[in-house]
Nanobody, 123 residues
Framework: QVQLVESGGGLVQAGGSLRLSCAAS????????MGWFRQATGKEREFVAG????????IYADSVKDRFTISRDNAKNTVYLQMNSLKAEDTAVYYC????????????????WGQGTQVTVSS
């Protein structure tokens, strides 16, 4: 069982930066692939970034590549999403997810999800 709590969302101007954090509790964090997804109002949830258990392999959606960076600190049971050069279209609720025992994937086949944190980018 893994419990996930996101933080760090808020209101930012276009071109600005935010860093999201996802604190995990439970026994399986260190062997879990982690993912960030987002869902804008009226749209389906979409993949943003993923990272394997050791942090050595990352994947990104084309829309955020070169602007967002996913990382993790297994000693702190935390995964991060550094978001730079934010655009209005990045506005969404951002969700953290965990996939114990598997590699990261772009598909929403993660076993555990957080409640989400709102990111609003004003243009």
């Amino acid at each position: 069982q893994v419990q996930l709590v996101e933080s760090g969302g808020g209101l930012v101007q276009a071109g600005g930066s935010l860093r999201l954090s996802c604190a995990a509790s439970g026994r399986s964090f260190s062997d879990s692939a982690m993912g960030w997804f987002r869902q804008a109002t009226g749209k389906e949830r979409e993949f943003v970034a993923g990272i394997n258990w050791s942090g050595t392999n990352t994947i990104y959606a084309d829309s955020v590549k070169d602007r967002f960076t996913i990382s993790r600190d297994n000693a702190k049971n935390t995964v991060y999403l550094q978001m730079n050069s934010l655009k209005a279209e990045d506005t969404a609720v951002y969700y953290c997810s965990a996939r114990p025992g598997y590699s990261a994937t772009r598909y929403p086949s993660y076993d555990y999800w957080g409640q989400g944190t709102q990111v609003t980018v004003s243009s």
